[in-house]
C-alpha cells in the first residue's frame, strides 16, 4: 500500500513542461513527500522532496497544494532522457520508502 | 551513482543453494538498505540498517539476512534460495531518517533455476 495514487502513464513532447501529478489525501502533518524516477534498468534515482512549501532544484519543481492531499512534479523543459518511471512516495511512520507503481513518463521528439 | 556499488551485478543459481549479495559505499552513510524489485511491486523494502550491527526487518524480509560488521557494507543472503526469490535486488544509503533522500545502487539480477 503505497498510500499516493499517480497516473499509469503520460507522454510529453520534447522541450515542453511535463506536469506529473500525485494524490496523497491522506497524508499526515509530519509526512514529507519525496519524488524518485528509474531510468530504464537503473536504480531510482532521487528528484526533490517538500512538506508543504513549493520547492524547486536544478531538476524540477515540487508543488504541494495547500491542502498538502496532492502534489505536482513539473521537469520545465522536458528532454528524450527524462524518460523513466516517476515515483511519488510518502515516508510513513517508520520512515521506510514505500514505492508504487509510479507514473510511466514518455518523452517524445 | 552516489559511491555505492554491488556485487555480483549478475547471477545465476539454483534453488536450496546459499547467495550472498554485497552493498559497499565509499559515503560513510549510517543507515543502508536492501530493495527487491518484481514486476507489478515496484520496490518493497528487505532489510535495513542503522549503523553497524543494527538492523531490522523491511516489509519482505522472510528468506533473507542480513549483516554489517562495518560501515561501508551491508550483506544480503538467500540462505536457501527460491525461484520466488527471482529478482532485482537494490542498495540504497542515507544519511539519515526523515528529510534525507536515499542513493540507489546499479542493481543485481538474481536469478534462481
Known amino acids: 500500500d503505497a498510500k499516493t495514487t499517480q497516473p499509469p502513464s503520460m507522454d510529453c513532447a520534447e522541450g515542453r513542461a511535463a506536469n506529473l501529478p500525485c494524490n496523497h489525501s491522506?497524508?499526515?502533518?509530519?509526512?514529507?513527500v519525496y519524488w524518485y524516477r528509474q531510468i530504464h534498468s537503473q536504480g531510482p534515482q532521487y528528484i526533490i522532496h517538500?512538506?508543504?512549501n513549493n520547492e524547486t532544484n536544478e531538476m524540477a519543481s515540487l508543488i504541494i497544494t495547500e491542502d498538502r492531499k496532492s502534489s505536482t512534479l513539473i521537469l520545465p523543459h522536458a528532454t528524450l532522457r527524462d524518460t523513466a518511471v516517476y515515483y511519488c512516495i510518502r515516508n510513513n511512520a517508520g520512515n521506510m520508502l514505500t514505492f508504487g507503481g509510479g507514473t510511466r513518463l514518455m518523452v517524445k521528439p | 551513482d552516489a559511491g555505492i556499488t554491488q556485487s555480483p551485478r549478475h547471477k545465476v543459481t539454483e534453488t536450496g543453494t546459499p547467495v550472498t549479495l554485497r552493498c559497499h559505499q565509499t559515503e560513510n552513510h549510517r543507515y543502508m538498505y536492501w530493495y527487491r524489485q518484481d514486476p507489478g511491486h515496484g520496490l518493497r523494502l528487505i532489510h535495513y540498517?542503522?549503523?553497524?550491527?543494527?538492523?531490522d526487518k523491511g516489509e519482505v524480509s522472510d528468506g533473507y539476512s542480513v549483516s554489517r560488521s562495518k560501515t561501508e557494507d551491508f550483506l544480503l543472503t538467500l540462505e536457501s534460495a527460491t525461484s520466488s526469490q527471482t529478482s532485482v535486488y537494490f542498495c540504497?544509503?542515507?544519511?539519515?531518517?526523515?528529510?534525507?533522500?536515499?542513493?540507489f545502487g546499479p542493481g543485481t539480477r538474481l536469478t534462481v533455476t
Open positions: 491522506t497524508i499526515s502533518g509530519n509526512e514529507y
Open positions: 540498517s542503522y549503523g553497524v550491527k543494527d538492523t
Open positions: 540504497a544509503i542515507s544519511p539519515g531518517l526523515a528529510v534525507y533522500e536515499q542513493y
Open positions: 517538500g512538506l508543504k
